[in-house]
Each structure stands twice: as C-alpha cells, then as structure tokens.
C-alpha cells in the first residue's frame, strides 16, 4: 500500500471559476499550484482521490429559495452540468467513479485493485465520509500520509482534514493549493491545524524539495 496519497477536494469549475455557480473567492490564482500537484503525482505514481459535489435538486444540502450558506446553498455542482466538471488542470485522465450507493461485497476493492488511475469519490454533502465508500477507498489504500489541496479550504477542506485525522492518518496541507470562503476562518483553521501536527506545505516543498521522500 502507497506510504502517501493527495486528495484533490472539489476543484470543480461551479468552485473554481468565476461564473460558476459557487465561485470561491481567489480560486484561479491556485490552478498553477493545481497543475503542479497533479502532475507531480501522475510523475511519482502517487495515488489520486478526488472528492466531487454530485448534487440532485432534492438534496438536503440545496436550498432554491434563502440558502443559508452555512448548511444550505443554491444548486451547484449538478450531476451532468458543465459546473461539475473538474476543472482542466486536475481533470482526470482515468477516472474510476466511487458512487454513494451500496456495492456488493468485495466489488468495490476488485475495481480498485484492477484500477491505476485517479478515484473519484461522489458525495452530496460537504463531508466525503458521509458517502460511507470513502471510507472502504481510504482502508484499502492504507496511506500513512494524506496530501490535502483544493476547495474550499473552511467547508470541505475542513471536513476531509479533519475526517483523515481521526481516522488516523497523518495529514499534509498544501497552503498555497487552497482557498477559503472567509480567510479569517481559513487562517483560523491553519493556525489550530499547526497545533495538531498538521503539515502546513508549500507546493514547491512538495514538487522541488524533499518533503515527499522525508514522508517515505
């Protein structure tokens, strides 16, 4: 099993760009940083997993009238809509689609096993875990270390960080590869993030120096 994995969390274009349908604030500015880390996998045969929003109308997390942006939010991320797609810089060249669904045992680990290019969680709310797959992906994987990027850095950044640590993985992440909703909140995040031992790195410690091969 790998000794790292990056998880590359909602860079889909309702997020990334500036039509989108829930633009984060800054996002272009890290689609360089993007272009490095998926490269740097795909050249060290990292294992990708790529988190996506999958919503339906119906979905509690969307609200067509007064979304509270907290809990709610209007639709975005639509299945089959053009804002659901991943942007081109971390668009996968092989995906392997994880549904929220119910897999018979023992399928989802042979599609695995018999798979080499990126995984592709679905979920409909902002925690990847709440589609109970990514937890039966993470298991077989077994990294000891997890490199988070993407967006946004205060709603489903958080959520996967703090997903990884209590599952107990060590966790990487990228600062320059993220984007929040509200800054204040996400250098809050960083701050209490540091205190837990989370790795803080820039993409360049990851693509020019040695923090990979110290992570073994």
């Known amino acids: 099993m790998p000794a790292v994995i990056f998880w590359d969390v909602d860079t889909q274009r309702d997020f990334m760009e500036p039509s989108g349908k829930l633009f984060v604030p800054g996002a272009p500015e890290i689609e360089g940083t993007l272009a490095r880390l998926t490269a740097l996998a795909r050249r060290r045969g990292i294992p990708l997993v790529a988190p996506v929003d999958d919503h339906r109308l119906e979905d509690p997390e969307i609200a067509l009238k007064n979304p509270d942006f907290r809990e709610t939010f209007p639709p975005h991320c639509l299945r089959g809509t053009p804002g659901q797609e991943k942007v081109a810089v971390t668009r996968p060249l092989s995906p392997l689609s ?4 119910p897999y018979p045992p023992g399928e989802l680990e042979d599609r695995l096993r018999a798979h080499s290019g990126e995984i592709v969680i679905h979920k409909q709310r902002f925690d990847v875990f709440t589609n109970p797959n990514a937890e039966r992906v993470l298991a ?3 990294p000891r270390h997890v490199v988070v990027y993407g967006v946004a850095h205060d709603s489903c950044d958080r959520f996967a960080v703090e997903g990884l640590l209590q599952r107990g993985r060590a966790v990487h992440l990228v600062r320059d590869a993220v984007r929040a909703t509200r800054p204040e909140e996400g ?3 960083l701050a209490e993030w540091d205190r837990l031992g989370v790795g803080l790195p820039l993409t360049a410690d990851l ?5 990979l091969d110290w992570l073994g």
């Open 98 to 101: 994880v549904e929220n669904r």
């Open 140 to 142: 077989w994987l077994d």
């Open 187 to 189: 250098e809050r995040l």
């Open 207 to 211: 693509d020019e120096g040695g923090y």
